[in-house]
């Protein structure tokens, strides 16, 4: 992850939690789901944790939230 991206994964991140939360899923739950570790999912809605998260990924939490894949890359 290149470091003028940092932030802009920190709100990808955060916003992903906030729709897991609203849809009442566990962060074990949505792993399972998408086939990822409990740990792979914690790192990536910390905001203190730089971890990077491939397209591929992000639809499938996408399709799993039912969130369209632009709500999580939008400034809003």
Same mark, same amino acid.
């Not at 470091?3 to 709100?11: L, M």
């Not at 998408?34 to 397209?55: C, H, M, Q, W, Y």
């Not at 639809?59 to 999580?72: A, G, M, N, R």
């Given at each position: 992850? &290149?470091?003028? !991206? =940092?932030? $802009?994964?920190?709100? #990808?991140?955060? &916003?992903?939690? !906030? =729709?897991? $939360?609203?849809?009442? #899923?566990?962060q074990?739950?949505?792993?399972?789901?998408?086939?990822?570790?409990?740990?792979?999912?914690?790192?990536?809605?910390a905001?203190?944790?730089?971890?990077?998260?491939?397209?591929?990924?992000?639809?499938?939490?996408?399709?799993?939230l039912?969130?369209?894949?632009?709500?999580?890359?939008?400034?809003?």
């Amino acid at each position: 992850m &290149k470091k003028q !991206y =940092y932030d $802009k994964y920190r709100r #990808i991140g955060l &916003k992903i939690s !906030y =729709y897991r $939360k609203s849809k009442g #899923i566990t962060q074990e739950q949505l792993a399972e789901k998408i086939s990822k570790d409990t740990s792979f999912i914690g790192a990536v809605e910390a905001p203190n944790v730089n971890r990077a998260v491939s397209l591929d990924t992000l639809f499938d939490i996408s399709e799993v939230l039912e969130v369209p894949p632009y709500k999580f890359l939008t400034d809003d």
